[in-house]
């Protein structure tokens, strides 16, 4: 009983924090959350000549500093007489600029709500790969992920991972989350945890931090969503809740924040030259990696399924999937939900590369489809398995998750292949050494997370990544 | 009165029904059932484990008749089911003591 | 036999009315049918300066008015004589102000698709709770209401509910649909009903109406899929015909005019100073509470299905769900709906708060599905039960509807929870009273509607909302 | 064992060929696989002004040639020394030019990826009309179609169909794919096959020819996916197989290049002054009309399905659909796919007459679900039949694809009546003369895609179309 | 002892079930079986083609019980599950040699 | 010729076809069934309303054998099918008259 006034006391406490309209900081960025002040002219890119901070007294000394000063101050001044004689080519700026941002915003929110769909893809495909005594158990299961680990990510989970994010630039440049908890270390930056635009109020009540909430929160809950498969069958429904609470919390935004709020992963090119540090473009690793390791913890420490093996670990009964109809329609809903998670990944409708992205993401799914179907048909075990055509179309889906922007299609249809041979390889060692995953989370997600991260290295052919995590040239 | 139970290939359910029914019999019960004996299952591989499919699905049909039908019945049933290949089933017979028909209380021959 | 020549009468002549192109008044604002004049510099916002409206005799007295008169007619002067110098810049306003258009059409047409694709979401709930003897009747009811409500909105429900809508403010500010049936008592307008775009036809013919009707439509659809729910196992198919031809034509648009019409309860802001009249965001009122009012009437007027309670009205055999996948897939399909509904009833994608629309929509169904799993597990029946789930996440998701553009996501994680405890107890309360709701319609779109009404006064931040209705302030 | 090492050979040459970056000629127009160059000013219609090319001799005679020459010529000097005091509005246009590509880039992605949904509508559709025993053959059927019908495409079915198109008008006019191989008969070029961007690489590397793949080829597998329902539950997996191979390389892009992409059929009308040539908006000939001929070609050969019909070929046990649920919920997926079908062949999201296609679409499909349902019960079966209701929906849907951008929202209700009925007799027909179409692919695709293109002539109300296939006038 | 196998239709499950139970007999089997008797199926057309649906759903009910309860248990079957439609099922009574309870490997009438 | 009719729990099924087949019992057929007796079902609750569950699953095995097999075979059967808790099933042996194999129509003890 306890517990319950435990937590209905927390709840009531957070609730009055939700409410009460936290201040902002005079000289913090102030947010714009009726959208009424986001997109301007400072967004149409190249039109607006800003005035170059003033020189200090040491870099007055250096001479290409001084020529660049002037430069920028002369462009500076043309820029304010002409926009005098042209005063509505610069109202119509304001608009024009309003448009971009409104763009943007529409393609991060259609895209982000195509991510949320693929909540029901992973639900259909792990309870079709399950028996039918399960499928309310791994529904539900699927189902409460998508609450919870929300209101996680909502309560601290994007307050730690994008607090100290800096300027959103595609969507109004607003700066306001710019509190990181940075270490020291060796005289460099080492980006550890964000810290602002808690429970979304104050420097987080903004249009563009929400916009941002909802694209990176489908994110989180993708990979909240995968240990539920790769455990399936086994893990009682109050245990999961449990998880449910911490996924959002804490094991996901930390390390995101690390990769993608700006935190010491990303910095690894600034601090020590590692070209652009950890780069991904839409979570190979963050994700799906992370996401198939945590299954893979539980796997190991629930243990098997009952049945499934003898007593030498020689498998026995195969469980077999209950409505393979089931497993297809929900690896086409996440095929369908992928087209928003890697082109929706530039937060920017105006960036014309999502085109390239959507089609390097499609070959992928289908060299790696067609590779599992004919190496498990021809090599394997001479026959076209259902199950394994879906985990190898899932396979390729996050492979190319990380490299998606960097790779032409030829490298996306490489990437896909070998995509493709891995899973089944991976699926079959994680049966032999006795890990029970019940849909393949491990082998799709984490074998497959790794291979993206390491795709880009070899695939990247340089058209696009320019200034990636603050280090220019591609 | 005596009882036959033939255990037959599902898809042959149609001809021995038709082949009871031109001898006179209308009334039967069916039960669908899984049947193991020489004709052995097959295995199957899924995700690169082997497991065994040993029951297969045969169908479990009950007529109850009077005793001098029953030679007629289990011959008609046995030309209709008959493939010659493994699998195709038995027939046993067993006595009723005896039957009610529910809708009219009648009893013996008569309730068939 | 009569009903059949009866029927096919009606349908050949209103085909005749429908093809033969109705002329539109000389004085009517002329409708753009292929899309080539709507979008131009009047819209974009604050660029053209029009003209102040000459003052009358008396009006010249009234100094105020006389100096706004002067400087509005100033600043006209300044933009026509800056836009000769300018004429590049007014040349590219006309296209600014049609790329501002598209972006407004987009987002009401895209949004308008997944609001149809509910449509789905209703059908798999609805059957999935009922039982499978009954899944082809159930679903085929779901399946001819979309239809059936579309073609009487087609016919006469579009006319009347925006009939007299007057300008289509962000679709090019198209103004044909000027003709509202409006009773005059005490000396106050009451807006009662449309009477223009019949058939879509003459004013109607216009892309900016055809993008309205398409939104109002799909929120019309979904209105009518409620009832099939409630009374859902017990409903003549030809009895449910019937019903589908009224929905669309009489029983929404009457209310929806006088709520988003321009009606007599939008007007009772202007009229009576109460505020800004009846607000209501994306319809929790209008789509709704109507909907589950219905449900209300046919759940009562029916009866209970047979078995479900004894003669004195204690339940015996609850009727048990058949498919508990299809069930939280369908609530999948309506939460991935559900952004669709609100945000798009901005009807622009420019304006930028629809980031903060979409995620107050989600934060409510994540709290109200988390409450009433816990509400349900610790308080009422020791067990979480998975169709409560889904009934607590389309609670929250319908009592969000209609304030979610005036809260602050705190407001909106209030709303949830309240939402979430409401709907378990307005379930047994209904199963208590022998009024048998085979899928808790009733209880979700009703009772929650009404609790969205209520929300907004209670959470309205004042941070959006200004104007509405005609009526300043937020 | 030989077949597998010819095939891995020619997969690893392929993978050669796709790696290496093909070189683009010098004179060949630059491609943009960065997304950078592609959205300028030249892309904000009428607003630069190019110089008119200069007039050969013999022009000069031609006195009303001269004065066009003159007048553009001065427009252009106007537009050149205006440019020159505008600068800011000049740097301005790119920024509108870039969103409005942006715009187009977004719809033709949106929609893209809403016609890649409607492969989950055919898999659940056609599943749920077979057998239980057959559902994963015919979900496997559906779901592999999807790779292997990309994989052909990138090959070289986008080379054959697109590799002549010429500009891509309204994603930045990219015109690199400009080799199209046409034989001079009579004097007249008649183009028979494209011959550029195979493996979407040099020319093909480009962010607009990616979107128009995109696009493309979910629209080719629209096609393919149709004989896997017709022919469905008597199909070989590794004969399909072969199927899959040629329907995206061969089949397909021939005669898509004839209608689509400027081949000999869209030349009729400039060759032969048979008006605007073949007009196919959307593909009722090119996608359906194909998929339905192929399907009766399968059906015919393979033959029907045993226990269907009895010696003498008159049906004796009709092959019951297994799961009606399936069924609807795949139609409304396919409705749903369709807003993406439609509206997005203007691949452009500012041509606003996507709005009057989207509501035709819409309306056709409701009225021919309705004829159908009214047709079956009152004049064939006298019960209504869900398995019509979808094929009725799906008729209509096919119909209005041909005419949509052409038609008013009345013709729009008479296609769908026409194709409602149509759809019934020869369903019945086609039952009748023993061949044995598991879907009714045969009739809802063939025999109304074929009557889509007819309506064209028939209800098209000239708002629309002016220039189509290089004809001026509607 | 006597097995008693009763054929009737699935609503009546629970009527007959509670009826049983009022004269103390507590041990029953159920099975869904497909039934084909004088209670001609019905035509049903899907798409324009017609198809008879002949076998109807029934329940087959075996209780085996000492031979002086079987009138009893008889009498009782008929009356809850009489509906004087046609297709009301049949009762038919055959001999059990022996019965053993598998947990307590009780046998004879004790087992039941 | 004696029939065995074993009513067993369902994940018993695999032993005890296991056992008899260790006695050289290769034929037998299965059914899925529905039991009701001792072992009480229990009451679940759907939205607030609670209902009882009283049919339980079971398998019935039916085998047919000589009569000199008979005591052999039960004997394996409870061994294998005994977990000592409530509700383990019942085995009934009843007498069959006549069995025929319909591929061979050889009859009688040849014929299992
Ligand atoms: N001893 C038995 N008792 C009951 N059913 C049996 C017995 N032997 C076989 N059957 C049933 O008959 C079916 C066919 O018998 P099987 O031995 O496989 O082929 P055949 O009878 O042609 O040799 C089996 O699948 C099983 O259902
Ligand atoms: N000879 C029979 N043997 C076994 N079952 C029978 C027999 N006759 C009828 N039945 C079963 O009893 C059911 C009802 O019998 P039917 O003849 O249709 O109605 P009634 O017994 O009321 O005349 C049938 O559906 C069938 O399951
Ligand atoms: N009299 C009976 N006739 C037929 N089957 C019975 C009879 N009694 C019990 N059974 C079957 O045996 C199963 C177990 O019997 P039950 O009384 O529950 O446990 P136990 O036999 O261990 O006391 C029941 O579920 C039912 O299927």
Same mark, same amino acid.
């Given at each position: 009983?306890?517990?319950?006034?435990? $937590?209905? @006391?927390?709840?009531?406490?957070?609730? =009055?924090?939700?409410?009460?309209?936290?201040?902002?900081?005079?000289?913090?960025?102030?947010?714009?959350?009726?959208?009424?002040?986001?997109?301007?002219?400072?967004? /149409?890119?190249?039109?607006?000549?800003?005035?170059?901070?003033?020189?200090?007294?040491d870099?007055?000394?250096?001479?290409?500093? /001084?020529?660049? !000063?002037?430069?920028?101050?002369k462009?500076?001044?043309?820029?304010?007489?002409?926009?005098?004689?042209?005063?509505?080519?610069?109202?119509?700026?304001?608009?024009?600029?309003?448009?971009?941002?409104?763009?943007?915003?529409?393609?991060?929110l259609?895209?982000?709500?195509?991510?949320?769909?693929?909540?029901?893809?992973?639900?259909?495909?792990?309870?079709?790969?399950?028996?039918?005594?399960?499928?309310?158990?791994?529904?539900?299961?699927?189902?409460?992920?998508?609450?919870?680990?929300? *209101?996680?990510?909502?309560?601290?989970?994007?307050?730690? =991972?994008? #607090?100290? *994010?800096?300027?959103?630039g595609?969507?109004?440049?607003?700066?306001?989350?710019?509190?990181?908890?940075? $270490?020291?270390? @060796?005289?460099?930056?080492? #980006?550890?945890?964000?810290?602002?635009?808690?429970?979304?109020?104050?420097?987080?009540?903004?249009?563009?931090?929400?916009?941002?909430?909802?694209?990176?929160?489908?994110?989180?809950?993708?990979?909240?969503?995968?240990?539920?498969?790769?455990?399936?069958?086994?893990?009682?429904?109050?245990?999961?809740?449990? !998880?449910?609470c911490?996924?959002?919390?804490?094991?996901?935004?930390?390390?995101?924040?690390?990769?993608?709020?700006?935190?010491?992963?990303?910095?690894?090119?600034?601090?020590?030259?590692?070209?652009?540090?950890?780069?991904?473009?839409?979570?190979?690793?963050?994700?799906?990696?992370?996401?198939?390791?945590?299954?893979?913890?539980?796997?190991?420490?629930?243990?098997?399924?009952?049945?499934?093996?003898?007593?030498?670990?020689k498998?026995?009964?195969?469980?077999?999937?209950?409505?393979?109809?089931?497993?297809?329609?929900?690896?086409?809903?996440?095929?369908?939900?992928?087209?928003?998670?890697?082109?929706?990944?530039?937060?920017?409708?105006?960036? $014309?590369?999502i085109?390239?992205?959507? /089609?390097?993401?499609?070959?992928?799914?289908?060299?790696?489809?067609?590779?599992?179907? *004919?190496?498990?048909?021809?090599?394997?075990?001479?026959?076209?398995?259902p199950?394994?055509?879906?985990?190898?179309?899932?396979?390729?889906? /996050?492979?190319?998750?990380?490299?998606?922007?960097?790779?032409?299609?030829?490298?996306?249809?490489?990437?896909?292949?070998?995509?493709?041979?891995?899973?089944?390889?991976?699926?079959?060692?994680?049966?032999?050494?006795?890990?029970?995953?019940?849909?393949?989370?491990?082998?799709?997600?984490?074998?497959?997370?790794?291979?993206?991260?390491?795709s880009?290295? $070899?695939?990247?052919?340089?058209?696009?990544?320019?200034?990636?995590?603050?280090?220019?040239?591609? | 009165?005596? +009882?036959?139970?033939?255990?037959?290939?599902?898809?042959?359910?149609?001809?021995?029904?038709?082949?009871?029914?031109?001898?006179?019999?209308?009334?039967?019960?069916?039960?669908?059932?899984?049947?193991?004996?020489?004709?052995?299952g097959? &295995?199957?591989?899924?995700?690169?484990?082997?497991? &065994?499919?040993?029951?297969?699905?045969?169908?479990?049909?009950?007529?109850?008749?009077?005793?001098?039908?029953?030679?007629?019945?289990?011959?008609?049933?046995i030309?209709?089911?008959? &493939?010659?290949?493994?699998?195709?089933?038995?027939?046993?017979?067993? &006595?009723?003591?005896?039957?009610?028909?529910?809708r009219?209380?009648?009893?013996?021959d +008569?309730?068939?």
């Amino acid at each position: 009983m306890i517990k319950k006034f435990l $937590l209905t @006391a927390v709840t009531a406490i957070t609730l =009055m924090a939700a409410l009460s309209p936290a201040m902002v900081h005079a000289d913090d960025p102030k947010p714009d959350p009726g959208g009424v002040t986001t997109g301007v002219a400072s967004d /149409v890119p190249g039109f607006v000549v800003t005035a170059p901070a003033e020189l200090s007294d040491d870099d007055k000394k250096d001479t290409n500093k /001084v020529a660049a !000063y002037t430069d920028a101050k002369k462009a500076f001044d043309d820029y304010t007489t002409q926009s005098k004689t042209e005063p509505l080519a610069v109202k119509l700026a304001d608009n024009v600029g309003h448009n971009r941002v409104a763009i943007n915003f529409m393609w991060t929110l259609v895209t982000g709500f195509l991510v949320m769909f693929m909540q029901a893809g992973f639900a259909l495909v792990e309870t079709g790969l399950c028996r039918a005594k399960n499928s309310s158990h791994t529904m539900s299961m699927n189902f409460m992920i998508y609450p919870m680990g929300m *209101l996680g990510f909502y309560v601290c989970g994007f307050a730690f =991972m994008f #607090g100290g *994010l800096g300027a959103i630039g595609t969507m109004g440049g607003y700066a306001g989350l710019n509190h990181e908890i940075t $270490l020291n270390i @060796a005289g460099h930056p080492f #980006g550890i945890l964000g810290w602002k635009g808690f429970l979304l109020q104050g420097a987080g009540y903004d249009t563009a931090a929400f916009a941002l909430f909802l694209f990176q929160m489908v994110f989180m809950d993708t990979t909240a969503t995968i240990p539920t498969g790769g455990a399936a069958e086994r893990w009682k429904f109050s245990a999961f809740m449990i !998880y449910g609470c911490f996924i959002g919390t804490i094991m996901y935004p930390v390390f995101g924040n690390w990769v993608w709020g700006g935190g010491w992963l990303a910095q690894l090119g600034t601090n020590f030259g590692l070209g652009h540090g950890h780069v991904d473009f839409a979570g190979s690793s963050v994700v799906h990696m992370q996401g198939g390791v945590i299954a893979l913890i539980f796997c190991w420490l629930i243990g098997a399924r009952h049945g499934k093996y003898d007593k030498n670990g020689k498998i026995v009964h195969p469980i077999m999937p209950h409505n393979i109809p089931f497993v297809m329609l929900g690896t086409f809903i996440l095929a369908f939900g992928w087209f928003g998670f890697n082109p929706g990944s530039t937060l920017a409708g105006t960036d $014309l590369r999502i085109a390239v992205v959507a /089609v390097n993401t499609m070959i992928a799914s289908a060299t790696a489809a067609l590779a599992t179907t *004919l190496y498990m048909w021809w090599f394997k075990t001479k026959k076209p398995d259902p199950s394994m055509m879906c985990n190898g179309m899932l396979a390729g889906l /996050v492979a190319i998750t990380a490299p998606c922007a960097f790779v032409s299609a030829g490298g996306a249809a490489l990437i896909g292949i070998i995509a493709g041979i891995v899973v089944v390889e991976s699926v079959f060692f994680f049966d032999r050494i006795g890990i029970d995953d019940a849909v393949g989370a491990i082998s799709v997600h984490g074998v497959n997370g790794a291979w993206g991260c390491l795709s880009i290295g $070899l695939f990247a052919d340089g058209t696009y990544g320019d200034g990636w995590n603050g280090v220019s040239g591609t | 009165m005596k +009882k036959i139970e033939a255990i037959i290939k599902p898809f042959k359910l149609e001809e021995v029904k038709d082949a009871l029914g031109e001898i006179g019999i209308e009334g039967m019960t069916v039960t669908e059932v899984k049947g193991f004996g020489r004709q052995k299952g097959h &295995t199957e591989i899924y995700r690169g484990s082997e497991y &065994t499919v040993d029951f297969l699905p045969k169908i479990k049909l009950e007529v109850v008749l009077p005793n001098d039908r029953v030679d007629a019945a289990s011959a008609a049933i046995i030309k209709a089911a008959k &493939t010659g290949k493994i699998g195709d089933g038995k027939i046993f017979v067993t &006595t009723v003591d005896d039957s009610v028909r529910i809708r009219t209380e009648e009893k013996g021959d +008569k309730a068939l």
